[in-house]
């Protein structure tokens, strides 16, 4: 079982862990739903942390289709991270028609490599979330961070557990939608998932 903390600064990174998080979602403004965190940030938290670390790379809040130049930024930012040794990056990018951008997804696949690639809750905004899952397979992406396209993980249990069967291990369904440490045990009894993220997923304060 995975516990991803979701924090926006260093301080929480280190409570996070602390308290038994297994892995690291790095953001910032994660009152408009988290964006790119600072070098300093990443650079200082794989300094001092022992568990893996996926920033987020995202360079607004808003919607998921990018400009030409909002994607530059996107790639001069992965491009950041794998030097510095983040163990994964996490984005999402779709097209106007709330499909996936193949395109612009599989350039920043190729250019993360050797890193994990997530595709994060813009996958919630697409139409048919189980042909976005066959695209994201074939894409070679790491995971898929979901709440099976409702509010919260509970109310998307049966498009997870699908997402789940239809995945046959070939890529990861992180769950996530309000996931804490309080309701996580109840969670797992009826969503069959090894990984689970969120906000509140350990006890930090």
């Known amino acids: 079982m995975i516990l991803e903390a979701c924090v926006e600064n260093y301080s929480e990174a280190r409570k996070a862990e602390t308290a038994g998080a297994n892995r690291i ?23 001092d942390l022992n568990i893996p670390i996926a920033a987020m790379i995202r360079p607004r809040g808003g919607d998921f289709v990018y400009s030409d130049q909002e994607f530059e930024i996107m790639k001069s930012d992965i491009e ?5 040794g983040t163990q994964g990056v996490v984005f999402g990018l779709l ?5 996936i951008d193949i395109e612009k997804t599989g ?11 997530v595709f994060h809750k813009a996958f919630d905004e697409l139409a048919d979330p189980f042909e976005g899952l066959e695209q994201l397979i074939e894409l070679g992406i790491t995971r898929i961070l979901t709440s099976g396209t409702k509010d919260t993980a509970l109310e998307g249990q049966d498009i997870l557990k699908e997402l789940i069967n239809r995945s046959m291990g070939r890529i990861s369904i992180l769950v996530a939608g309000k996931v804490t440490y309080e309701n996580i045990s109840a969670l797992q009894t009826v969503i069959p998932a090894h990984e689970f993220h969120g906000r509140r997923i350990v006890k930090i304060y």
């Open 107 to 117: 350039e920043l696949v190729i250019l993360a490599q050797p890193m994990q690639t």
């Open 80 to 84: 950041i991270c794998k030097k510095l």
């Open 25 to 47: 979602e790095l953001c910032e403004n994660l009152a408009v739903g988290g964006t790119t965190p600072s070098y300093g940030t990443i650079k200082m938290c794989l300094a």
């Open 95 to 99: 097209t106007k028609e709330k499909k």
